[in-house]
Structure formats: C-alpha cells, structure tokens
C-alpha cells in the first residue's frame, strides 16, 4: 500500500505540542485518512486518462509509480510482451539487457527527482520484434 505522511510545524519558539494538541490531531486521522484514498484514487485515475490520451495517439503506454510499479498501461503496451517483461512488486523490466539497464536508471534517476542521463532507450532488433525507442517521460505532480 501506499503511505501518506502529513507534517504539522510549530515555530522553535512556540515549544512542544500539549496532550490537547494530540487529541485534536488525533481526532482529524479518520479524515486525513479518507481525504488521503481520494487523492490516490484521482492520482490513478489521472494516470489512466494520460495513458488513454496515449491510446487515442496510438502510441502503447505505461504510468509508473516513483518506485517503477506499474500503475496504468494500454492495450498497445500490454500486447508488446516481447518486450517488455513484469517483474516482483509489480515491476517491469525490458528484455534486452542493455535496454533494461538503462531504463532502471531512468526509473532511479526519476525517482530522487534527478534528471535522467538518457530519456530515450534504443531497444535492439531480435527474432520476434522490430528495433524501436523507448522514451522515459518523468510527470511531475504540479503544487
């Protein structure tokens, strides 16, 4: 599952918070918690409109998480099993290994809210696919 962390700041100066502080807080979780699944749900729910968006382009399609899980995919990117491999924790990986190195450092580099040193992967030609370019775009929620 997912976490989600909300962070309550006093100022140095207004010391510790007081047990009545504790209680109001804690009186507020079941509604933290619920306003925390709705915006999961949108964030996924915005994830599968870009990745429909991608279908209406005809271009196969995948929304990763921050950790590399994916979160929504196309038709066209589900029927390219050549390719593209599921992995443990509901990962992915690319079959051709220097591909794949590649692309997990995007992930990574995405991750940490690096730039990527390279956004477009050169996937080799093999028996039963094409060559082809995979493109990493990084999403940024915007505040």
Same mark, same amino acid.
């Given at each position: 599952?997912? =976490?989600?962390?909300?962070?309550?700041?006093?100022?140095?100066? @207004?010391?510790?918070? #007081?047990?009545?502080?504790?209680?109001?807080?804690?009186?507020?979780? %079941?509604?933290?918690?619920?306003?925390?699944?709705?915006?999961?749900?949108?964030?996924? @729910?915005?994830?599968?409109?870009?990745? *429909? *968006?991608?279908?209406?382009? $005809?271009? %196969?399609?995948?929304? =990763?998480?921050s950790r590399? /899980?994916?979160?929504?995919?196309?038709? =066209?990117?589900?029927?390219? $099993?050549?390719?593209?491999?599921?992995?443990?924790? $509901? $990962?992915?990986?690319?079959? #051709?290994? #220097?591909?794949? !190195?590649?692309?997990?450092?995007?992930?990574? *580099?995405a991750r940490?809210? *690096? @730039?990527?040193?390279? !956004?477009?992967?050169?996937?080799?030609?093999?028996?039963?696919?094409?060559? =082809?370019?995979? /493109?990493?775009?990084?999403?940024?929620?915007?505040?």
């Amino acid at each position: 599952g997912e =976490l989600a962390i909300f962070v309550f700041q006093r100022r140095l100066g @207004e010391g510790r918070y #007081d047990a009545g502080s504790f209680d109001i807080l804690d009186g507020l979780r %079941p509604a933290m918690a619920r306003a925390s699944l709705i915006a999961a749900r949108l964030g996924l @729910e915005r994830a599968k409109g870009t990745v *429909a *968006a991608m279908t209406a382009m $005809g271009l %196969p399609a995948a929304i =990763l998480s921050s950790r590399g /899980h994916v979160l929504a995919a196309n038709l =066209l990117f589900e029927s390219m $099993g050549s390719i593209f491999l599921p992995v443990a924790f $509901g $990962g992915m990986a690319i079959v #051709d290994a #220097d591909a794949n !190195r590649l692309f997990q450092q995007a992930v990574v *580099a995405a991750r940490g809210a *690096a @730039e990527p040193s390279v !956004r477009s992967i050169p996937v080799s030609a093999a028996a039963d696919r094409s060559p =082809l370019i995979l /493109h990493v775009l990084p999403l940024r929620r915007s505040a």
